[in-house]
């Protein structure tokens, strides 16, 4: 009569691995006893001894077989931009997912409506437990204050507001081009620092928001992309967008509401 075969899982066929390297002088089929495998069940195991160790990696410990994906090259890219957007503190819903996929997709020479439909049900099987847990890992959590009642607003005070004002009261800036960005964020000379002779319009600027330097970021990696660079200008470039991200990956701070409503 044959034997049922038992499904392992990748936690499993680890301890086996184990089990075998304590001893290695230890004869195999004295191994086969004691766990009650098949022979050929632990040659197949040693033989994905790698394989094995990637896919705890990638899956779960407890996942029993590694799902493979039908467009891999889409996947794998697709991450890789996900991880990188996400890690400079970018926020990135399912549409704009469905968007950068079929990019990729066209770029890799995929039919654009499969790798739509793909990329659409792979996000519709995530579930809100698993994006409670993404955000719990990378530090983004609940507040614990609770939130006031709502107020109603009290017309008579708005009354009391003064309308003698107009638009020409306020000050206005330009939008800083890419190279003042670049320039900002890494100064190559000492003289190309701002100084105190800086008109007031520049002192009053805010820095730019993460999501402005992703932008200008992604337009120079397409310039650099399109080879009318030399390679030592790409290698520095990409040289610099390393250590950018990891600057702001350390001044990454959650701010509450109350901090846009502080005494500055």
């Known amino acids: 009569m044959s034997r049922k075969r038992k499904a392992l899982s990748f936690k499993e066929k ?18 086969v006893k004691e766990l009650g495998l098949a022979p050929s069940t632990l ?3 040693l033989g994905q ?18 799902k493979r994906a039908h467009y891999v090259k889409v996947e794998e890219a697709l991450l890789t931009w996900f991880r990188e957007v996400t890690a ?4 990135v819903d399912g549409q704009l997912l469905r968007e950068k996929g079929s990019d990729i997709a066209l770029s890799l020479g995929i039919n654009l409506l499969d790798a739509l439909h793909f990329i659409a049900t792979a996000w519709d099987r995530v579930t809100p437990t698993t994006i409670a847990n993404c955000f719990g890992k990378c530090g983004v959590l609940e507040s614990a204050a609770t939130a006031s009642p709502e107020s109603e607003d009290n017309i008579e005070e708005w009354e009391q507001l003064g309308l003698d004002c107009s638009a020409d009261d306020f ?24 100084s105190d002779d800086d008109d007031d319009c520049s002192s009053s600027e805010q820095p730019p928001s993460t999501a402005e330097i992703m932008h200008a970021l992604d337009i120079m990696r397409r310039s650099v992309a399109s080879e009318r660079v030399r390679e030592s200008t790409s290698a520095q470039f990409f040289t ?16 509450d509401i109350r901090y ?3 005494r500055k």
């Open 14 to 31: 680890l301890d086996i691995l184990k089990k075998v390297d304590e001893d290695p002088r230890r004869k195999r089929i004295d191994i």
């Open 43 to 45: 040659s197949t195991i």
């Open 49 to 66: 001894r790698h394989e094995i160790t990637r896919n705890v990696q990638r899956f779960s410990a407890n996942v029993k077989e590694a």
């Open 88 to 91: 400079a503190g970018v926020n």
């Open 171 to 194: 000050a206005t800036c330009g939008l800083r081009t890419i190279d003042e960005i670049v320039n900002e964020a890494a100064p190559s000379h000492p003289e190309m620092a701002s």
């Open 240 to 255: 610099f967008q390393a250590s950018l991200m990891v600057d702001l990956a350390k001044k990454k701070v959650q701010k």
């Open 260 to 262: 846009f409503f502080s």
